[in-house]
Nanobody, 120 residues
Framework: QVQLDESGGGLVQAGGSLRLSCAVS????????MGWFRQAPGKEREFVAR????????YYADFVKGRFTISRDNAKNTVYLQMNSLKPEDTAVYYC?????????????WGQGTQVTVSS
């Protein structure tokens, strides 16, 4: 059974940084694509970042380019999202996702989410 456990969220001032972690069990992070999504209050869940199964290609939403970095530690089977220069509009619950095939996020494993709050 695949399980994703996010951590690292919290309250930070605008301009600050946080690093989110997603510990994966039940499959290796080197076998499939992985990604991060977020959902702000009253809004739909939106894509943030992802990389391919081999980690060789990353892709970011325009609103986080240059500020967020997705990475992974193969030995720890953990995926990270480094978030710098945070803005109040980055406030959301952040979710780690692991699609069962390719980049089909509609058929994926999801974590429980971690709250990120950015104060102005």
């Amino acid at each position: 059974q695949v399980q994703l456990d996010e951590s690292g969220g919290g309250l930070v001032q605008a301009g600050g940084s946080l690093r989110l972690s997603c510990a994966v069990s039940g499959r290796t992070v080197t076998s499939y694509a992985m990604g991060w999504f977020r959902q702000a209050p009253g809004k739909e869940r939106e894509f943030v970042a992802r990389f391919t199964w081999d980690g060789g290609s990353t892709y970011y939403a325009d609103f986080v380019k240059g500020r967020f970095t997705i990475s992974r530690d193969n030995a720890k089977n953990t995926v990270y999202l480094q978030m710098n220069s945070l803005k109040p509009e980055d406030t959301a619950v952040y979710y780690c996702a692991a699609p069962k095939y390719g980049f089909n996020w509609s058929d994926a494993h999801w974590g429980q989410g971690t709250q990120v709050t950015v104060s102005s």
